[in-house]
């Protein structure tokens, strides 16, 4: 069975409904501050946090009411009932600290930015702290990366949630019978053109503009490869929300030491950089023969129910078993009711 006839047999009416809901109310949330801006005021800060924050969670609102109008249970179908194995938790936490770190270090060996000794980001924020603070570099730098490395992601995963429901617990499966390289790549690039408004207001590429939408698009796909991988892994929608936690913690942290940055090259993990230091993470994963995976029959079997047999393999992007099953058959007994 072809690829084009995979995508012909794909069930697209929940996955249409799914997108209007993921994408019209979060652009009109990404776009309140210009609406705000509108009516005359200047400091659109509040707009933002509060407007892209609700966004976050339109993928999962999204994927809750399209998998409560097919009858299905929310908890398992969008993976909130388990946890899967333990151990990939250390990775969604500790993979992407290590990318924002390889994506500072890549920028300062192919000179796209120095090191900063100084650390006069950090002491651009300490001029801003009350005089009656007293509190010392240093202990403001160790402050400032505790807090990134530990509370941060596990606050972030709140929002963060929001989106892996929708992204990986919903979309990700629907698009599995394609195989698992198509679904993990056409769910980044959908991941990443929805932010779209946001990127456009300057968000991640200041000043790129429609430029600045294909590069998100890249580094969405790079890192929903990642997410898709941990999904696969643990059956559970809260190891990608863990991972995308951290990296809204992290993603800028190689900022603090470099200076003379040349943004987007280097600098952020959303930086060329950075997208080197997630292909490397990719690279790694292959070579260890994480790719394709078989452990996603655990996930098949527990969200598209029995259909494909004990030792049937799920799809994957380099070969396709016969008989090939429909995606409406795949739907119809992809969770218990």
């Given at each position: 069975m072809t690829l084009s006839e995979r995508i012909k047999a794909l069930n697209w009416n929940p996955i249409f409904l799914y997108l209007i809901i993921a994408f019209l109310p979060a652009?009109?949330?990404?776009?309140?501050?210009v609406l705000v801006r509108l009516i005359g005021v200047e400091d659109t800060s509040l707009a933002a946090l509060i407007g892209w924050s609700l966004a976050m969670w339109m993928p999962g609102l999204g994927a809750i009411l399209v998998t409560r109008k097919e009858g299905k249970r929310i908890n398992k179908t969008l993976?909130?009932?388990?946890?899967?194995?333990?151990?990939?938790?250390?990775?969604?936490?500790?993979?992407?600290?290590?990318?924002?770190?390889?994506?500072?270090?890549i920028t300062w060996l192919f000179g796209w930015g120095e090191f900063d000794s100084s650390f006069a980001l950090i002491q651009k924020g300490m001029e801003a702290l009350p005089e009656t603070?007293?509190?010392?570099?240093?202990?403001?730098?160790?402050?400032?990366i505790g807090a990134s490395l530990t509370l941060a992601?596990?606050?972030?995963?709140?929002?963060?949630?929001?989106?892996?429901?929708?992204?990986?617990?919903?979309?990700?499966?629907?698009?599995?019978?394609?195989?698992?390289?198509?679904?993990?790549i056409i769910s980044g690039v959908v991941w990443g053109f929805w932010h779209t408004p946001a990127i456009?207001?300057?968000?991640?590429?200041?000043?790129?503009?429609?430029l600045g939408v294909g590069m998100?698009?890249?580094?969405?796909?790079?890192?929903?490869?990642?997410?898709?991988?941990?999904?696969?892994?643990?059956?559970?929608s809260w190891a990608p929300a863990l991972a995308h936690g951290t990296v809204n913690a992290v993603a800028g942290l190689p900022l603090l030491f470099l200076t003379f940055v040349e943004?987007?090259?280097?600098?952020?993990?959303?930086s060329v950089a950075g997208w080197m230091a997630l292909a490397l993470v990719i690279g790694i994963l292959y070579g260890i023969k994480e790719f394709p995976?078989?452990?996603?029959?655990?996930?098949?079997?527990?969200?598209?129910?029995?259909?494909?047999?004990p030792d049937r393999p799920l799809p994957n992007a380099i070969q396709i078993p016969e008989p090939q099953i429909t995606s409406e058959q795949l739907d119809e007994s992809r969770y218990d009711k």
């Open positions: 652009w009109i949330l990404f776009l309140l501050p993976g909130l009932n388990k946890l899967g194995k333990k151990r990939v938790y250390l990775w969604a936490w500790l993979v992407p600290i290590l990318a924002a770190a390889g994506s500072g270090v603070a007293n509190i010392s570099l240093p202990l403001l730098l160790a402050i400032q992601p596990l606050f972030n995963t709140l929002f963060a949630l929001g989106e892996e429901l929708g992204w990986r617990g919903f979309l990700l499966p629907k698009l599995l019978p394609l195989g698992q390289a198509p679904a993990m456009l207001q300057g968000h991640n590429y200041p000043g790129y503009g429609v998100m698009i890249v580094f969405t796909v790079l890192l929903g490869v990642f997410f898709s991988w941990l999904y696969f892994k643990t059956g559970s943004y987007p090259k280097g600098g952020a993990l959303t995976l078989r452990e996603v029959e655990n996930v098949s079997r527990e969200t598209m129910g029995n259909e494909l047999g």
